[in-house]
């Protein structure tokens, strides 16, 4: 549905991810104000940490994305940007970030509500609806060229819509692939390569490191279909 409805023009069709209470309560504020448009709102089931305060979700809906200021380390020297586009996807993006934190990696992490406002404007609808300038060279500045998407979607679609954000061979998008079979969320991210130790590989092969130096060869093996998840990336 959300994929089907980012097809649509984005001033009229918005498209939205909440990523907590506060992201949630900020767009159920803002979207009964408005008139002739269509929300697409992709909520959580179950229950996520509340990441940004009042005023940053209010922020987070003004811009259409954001930094995670919890998250990152050394974000001013950043290697590789982590952007999350789903609640669920946030909580293995932080999970990663941990990660790379602990192994001294510079890294920004960026939290996507809209991500159609970040296209390549198809209409001057959707040009005066797209993030402004500013906010796109803040979040994604050009001297940083590995970039990692981690998506509620199929990445493939994202990806193609966040084209203008795109550095090629230096982008990656993890997100559903269509694998099942498990009763979990946790389960559910992992079969489709969208876990936290996903990402942190995914960085690893975007910045020409080896995966040992970030992961241990428990994580790795469960990684490689040689062991179980559980206990290792999945809690």
């Given amino acids: 549905m959300a ?27 803002r979207i009964y104000r408005t008139r002739g448009q269509i929300w697409t709102l992709v909520v959580p089931k179950g229950a996520v940490a509340d990441i940004f305060t009042a005023d940053e979700a209010r922020a987070l809906l003004r811009d259409g994305a954001a930094l995670v200021s919890r998250a990152g380390h050394r974000p001013e020297q950043a290697r590789v940007i982590l952007t999350a586009v789903g609640a669920y996807q946030l909580r293995e993006v932080l999970r990663a970030s941990e990660r790379l934190a602990a192994r001294d990696v510079a890294h920004a992490v960026v939290y ?47 990806l193609g819509v966040l084209s203008p954000l795109h550095t090629g061979a230096s982008t990656v998008g ?9 009763l979990s969320i946790a389960g559910m991210l992992f079969v489709n390569g969208a876990s936290w130790a996903h990402a942190v590989a995914a960085c690893a092969r975007l910045l020409d490191q080896p995966r040992e130096a970030w992961l241990s060869a428990e994580e790795l093996a469960a990684l490689d279909g040689r062991a179980s998840p559980h206990g290792c990336v999945i809690d």
């Fill in 112 to 158: 996507m509500l809209e991500p159609g406002r970040f296209r390549a404007p198809r209409s001057n609808g959707e040009r005066a609806h797209a993030a402004e300038e500013a906010v796109r060279t803040r979040l994604y500045p050009d001297r940083v060229r590995a970039r990692l998407f981690v998506t509620h979607t199929r990445p493939e679609v994202m």
């Fill in 3 to 29: 994929e089907m409805m980012l097809g649509e023009r984005s001033h009229v069709s918005r498209v939205l991810l909440p990523a907590d209470f506060n992201t949630a309560a900020a767009v159920m504020e």
């Fill in 174 to 182: 993890l997100g559903f692939v269509g694998a099942g079979g498990t």
